[in-house]
């Protein structure tokens, strides 16, 4: 351990260990300076502006929308006015919808509607058209909600995809996918699972994962994480496979 | 996803000299023993997308339909983030927001920078 690593600058011991890094420079990270660089140099935007939009997605994540699910659940009130103005409604929990700008990014300041599940009507978000994605209340879209096969797949074959990350629905459910765009945006409420009749907001939350709000998975007490392996919604399987699977 | 942008998928030699190099994060990381998914970079590749649609350079939808035609075409077999970059850069240098000389010289300035003891 060198003496950097042993104190801090105010002298303290400091002797955990430090986590590790990727200790090289690769081109891509250059890239990225390079051009962000050239393009604040050609008054593309300003360094504010990215200073300012850096912070707005470092500080979104699906925790938000975690507590609006969980607030719902728990509050007939807050329910009925979530239900009728769901932007306004967030600002209850910590939401601002106009955050960064004071009118929120362009590609980010919608109309939301929050999609109510039941028994028999369960529904799937998702944006055919590029990756429109309700960040104030999810934060930054996983890889594969971009990705076109997802998004061209989930509005012909839901039950299929919908399989392909673990959740199979019965014949009986109806599945209805929302299709996102520039100025309308959706959250799920899935249903609130059973078992969890006496549990806290705080609880709740844990199990109302961004899957969850995206609807290709289902809460469930004991699930508080997204794992899942590496589906054909990401990588693609040509459509003559579905056709000859349904001869 | 019907209309077509006005992308450019011929290949430009800048980016081709970056790929397959096995500096992809998701290559990279496990090398390092670090599990966080994304790479440093990608916020701030995030924000810029954001800062390109709200000053109108660049639009988010004209940006996604590039991106998507371009993955397709051209850089199907790069992960996630690096085609995203990948991408947008190409977007760019075909709209003339940037010029590949003047990219390649500050990439070589930039990298000086980040290696300087």
Known sequence: MNKAQKYSTDGAEHNHKAAPMVEEITDFEVLEIAVRELAIEHGLFTAEDHRRFTEFAESVGPAGGSRLVAKIWTDPAFKARAMEDPVKACLEIGIDWSKPTGFGTPSDYTHLTILEDTPTLHHVVCCTLCSCYPRPLLGMSPEWYRTTNYRRRLVRWPRQILAEFGLILPPEVEVRVEDSNQKCRFIVLPVRPSGTENWTEEQLAEIVTRDCMIGVALPQPGRTADVHPVHKARRPVHSSHHEEAAR | MSQK?????????????????????????????????????????????????????????????????????????????????????????????????????????????????
């Open chain 2, 5 to 117: 942008s006005e992308v450019d998928p011929r290949r430009v030699g800048l980016l081709e000299a970056m790929r397959g190099q096995g500096k992809e994060w998701e290559v990279l990381a496990p090398c390092y023993g670090v599990t966080n998914p994304n790479p440093p970079w990608k916020t701030s590749l995030a924000a810029m997308c954001d800062c390109l649609d709200v000053s109108g350079a660049l639009p988010t939808l004209d940006r996604r339909r590039a991106e998507d035609e371009l993955a397709e075409a051209v850089y199907g077999d790069v992960p996630a983030p690096e085609s995203q970059l990948l991408t947008l850069v190409h977007t760019m240098l075909n709209r003339g927001l940037v010029s590949e000389r003047e990219l390649a010289s500050r990439m070589r300035t930039v990298r000086s920078r980040l290696e300087a003891v």
